[in-house]
């Protein structure tokens, strides 16, 4: 790398990400929007503090950069990261690299790479996943930009990536906010994921009445087959969980409401935008927002009174639920990144967006080895729910998903995601549907027409058409 390199933000992301360069042996020079932040953070850096060199501000840090410079930005996203490009933009010369390293909505993203170009500079959106301990000791990261910007950039984000099988999960994954988008899907599959083992968990606890340690054991035990993935595990761990004040389960003391960045919502819009839908992902979405509702909630459990009855389901049955709505749950999220990539021409690379998630992020798993494979071997229609693999898993694993769903909905425990999963799945199951019904509705009320399906034909309509016509042409009067 040739550039000079700067970190602006020295938050919990930022710190790490900034000791993660350091410790890989590249020189660094560090800002924070509140100066003070910077000496303790050289300070706690120890012996990789000597090659770092902290500044008061972040223009006076992009002055004493020699160039070419790159600058990563680690600020909130949104605000935050125009008001940094403003304030940088007379301090930088052409064939400098700007690199917004936050959780951006990709639009922005997109615009900040036209802007900056008019100046002569490179935007980089980078998606960097796995939290704190992986920005520190290796996350995945998903970059969007220019391949020139890349090349250059690319031995730090490499050497600071996660490795899985030698292969850093560091990548390209196409221009502008090819990164981000690829990022924001990623925490939408992260929503569902969550929130089917969170309805699981439901159903082992008050379904069956199981304690908390208990069911840890049991994810610890699925941790080992083929729902071994990063979710699972810190699962088995919470719910193993003591508190030490209490001495209760740590989950019998956290508010059941949780919370949300918005990355989520973003991947339902942009999901919907495309013509998609990420129906395990809504769910998931919905849910977190009822969860909020904590008031409403206790009082409805008062007047609705459904109570929760007892299900007799098998672990391995709860098992089989989890991994099927898993997989649709990723077949979703991929189905969105294929849409955008066709709609925005980024030609992305499937197979190694799957790689890219193989170590450091938050959804690693073993399925996405076998999801790689499947995009670069026989895939029918594109759709991952029918590459041989997961089409096997699926014809097994479904029948337990069905038996859940039905039990959980007889025994009042919500499933949001495990239903929408089951949705999906039989929707896809079946040659033909129930739209003719609908596309026979909106021929009726608004001469939309249809396919005829005997002969082909397009823009027919029914033996409604005159009488719905007289009626349009001659309204109420009241209404004239």
């Known amino acids: 790398m040739t550039a000079s390199l700067g970190l602006y933000g020295l938050g919990v992301m930022g710190s790490a990400l900034a000791l993660n360069i350091l410790e890989k042996g590249f020189p660094l020079h560090v800002a924070n929007r509140t100066a003070a932040k910077v000496p303790p953070f050289l300070q706690g850096a120890g012996p990789l503090a000597a090659k770092a060199t902290g500044h008061e501000s972040l223009t006076a840090m992009a002055d004493a950069m020699p160039a070419?410079?790159?600058?990563?930005?680690?600020?909130?996203?949104?605000?935050?990261v125009d008001a940094a490009i403003e304030a940088l933009l007379p301090h930088l010369s052409p064939g400098d690299t700007v690199v917004d390293c936050g959780n951006a909505d990709f639009h922005d993203t997109r615009r900040r790479a036209a802007d900056l170009e008019g100046?002569?500079?490179i935007f980089l959106g980078v998606g960097v996943s796995g939290g704190e301990e992986g920005a520190r000791h290796g996350p995945a990261i998903m970059a969007?930009?220019?391949?020139?910007?890349?090349?250059?950039l690319q031995p730090v984000f490499e050497a600071i990536a996660a490795t899985y099988e030698g292969q850093p999960c560091a990548a390209l994954?196409?221009?502008?906010?090819?990164?981000?988008?690829?990022?924001?899907?990623?925490?939408?599959?992260?929503?569902?994921?969550?929130?089917?083992?969170?309805e699981v968990y439901g159903l082992l606890r008050h379904g069956q009445g199981k304690a908390p340690a208990e069911i840890g054991a049991i994810f610890g035990q699925w941790d080992g087959g083929r729902l071994k993935s990063y979710l699972v595990e810190i699962t088995a761990a919470v719910l193993s969980a003591v508190d030490t004040a209490t001495g209760l389960p740590v989950v019998d003391v956290i508010l059941?409401?949780?919370?949300?960045?918005?990355?989520?919502?973003?991947?339902?819009?942009?999901?919907?935008?495309?013509?998609?839908?990420?129906?395990?992902?809504?769910?998931?979405?919905?849910?977190?927002?009822?969860s909020a509702e904590k008031a409403t909630r206790e009082i409805g459990e008062g007047i609705l009174g459904t109570g929760?009855?007892?299900?007799?389901?098998?672990?391995?049955?709860?098992?089989?639920?989890?991994?099927?709505?898993r997989i649709v749950?990723?077949?979703?999220?991929?189905?969105?990144?294929?849409?955008?990539?066709?709609?925005?021409?980024?030609g992305l690379d499937q197979a190694r967006v799957a790689e890219t998630w193989r170590a450091g992020c938050i959804i690693r798993s073993a399925l996405l080895g076998d999801i790689a494979a499947g995009f670069r071997g026989e895939m029918p229609q594109g759709q991952l729910i029918l590459a041989p693999a997961f089409a096997a898993d699926l014809r097994?694993?479904?029948?337990?998903?069905?038996?859940?769903?039905?039990?959980?909905?007889?025994?009042?425990?919500?499933?949001?995601?495990?239903?929408?999963?089951l949705a999906f799945a039989d929707t896809f199951a079946q040659a033909r549907g129930t739209t003719d019904l609908i596309q026979g509705q909106r021929d009726y009320f608004g001469r939309h027409g249809f396919v005829r399906l005997d002969t082909g034909a397009v823009h027919q309509h029914g033996p409604w058409a005159d009488t719905v016509v007289d009626k349009v042409a001659d309204p109420d009067p009241k209404l004239k």
Do not use: C
């Not at 409401?257 to 129906?279: H, P």
């Not at 009042?412 to 495990?418: F, S, T």
């Open 68 to 80: 070419p410079r790159a600058i990563i930005l680690m600020v909130d996203a949104g605000p935050a």
């Open 308 to 325: 929760r009855k007892p299900v007799e389901l098998s672990e391995s049955e709860l098992e089989g639920a989890l991994l099927a709505g």
């Open 173 to 198: 994954m196409g221009p502008d906010g090819a990164g981000h988008f690829v990022k924001t899907v990623h925490n939408g599959i992260e929503y569902a994921d969550m929130q089917l083992i969170a």
């Open 256 to 290: 059941d409401q949780a919370g949300q960045k918005g990355t989520g919502r973003w991947t339902v819009v942009e999901a919907l935008a495309l013509g998609q839908s990420a129906s395990a992902i809504e769910a998931a979405v919905g849910a977190r927002g009822w």
């Open 396 to 421: 097994a694993s479904l029948p337990a998903l069905r038996r859940v769903v039905a039990a959980a909905v007889l025994g009042g425990h919500p499933v949001p995601a495990l239903s929408a999963a």
């Open 329 to 346: 749950a990723y077949a979703q999220g991929f189905r969105i990144l294929t849409a955008a990539s066709e709609t925005y021409g980024w």
């Open 119 to 121: 100046w002569g500079l």
């Open 144 to 152: 969007g930009g220019r391949p020139e910007a890349w090349g250059h």
